[in-house]
């Protein structure tokens, strides 16, 4: 049976706030400019903040995250204050990249896919509304 789904199909997000990582490329460009064109209060999470901004309009918020460095993901937390969440979109990863480690020690492509959204949704947990989805 075919898939029929399409972007018509996201019902309206005004009221809502969604967190989208790897909003600078592929999939995570489209799920933040989709939810933003849906009303959704949108904060693109970058590591890359000034390709962000050439990305987005005005009315999407964009913040410094880097998923590999846990600082950089304590930090985002640290700054969301009291703001209730409603999407947590943990997309931004790395693949096929030289052998490096994180600047806590970890291998990078395992604390940028992983070990770094982990955290943050940990550290989100306590701002997900009722609905919340991660």
Same mark, same amino acid.
């Given at each position: 049976?075919?898939? +029929?789904? +399409?972007?018509?199909d996201?019902?309206?997000q ?20 989709e ?8 904060v ?10 050439r ?19 304590r ?20 693949s096929a ?6 600047p806590?020690?970890?291998e990078?492509q ?7 959204h982990?955290?943050l ?14």
């Amino acid at each position: 049976m075919p898939v +029929t789904w +399409t972007f018509d199909d996201i019902p309206d997000q005004t009221g809502r706030t969604a967190v989208v990582t790897g909003a600078t490329s592929g999939l995570g460009l489209v799920v933040a400019r989709e939810l933003a064109a849906r009303g959704a209060d949108v904060v693109v999470a970058a590591r890359n903040v000034a390709k962000a901004e050439r990305l987005f309009p005005a009315g999407v918020h964009i913040r410094a995250l880097d998923t590999e460095d846990l600082d950089s993901v304590r930090a985002f937390a640290a700054d969301w204050g009291d703001r209730p969440l409603d999407l947590l979109i943990n997309n931004a990863g790395i693949s096929a990249v030289p052998w490096r480690l994180s600047p806590q020690g970890v291998e990078s492509q395992f604390a940028t896919n992983f070990l770094g959204h982990f955290a943050l949704t940990g550290l989100l947990l306590p701002h997900l509304r009722g609905g919340a989805r991660v």
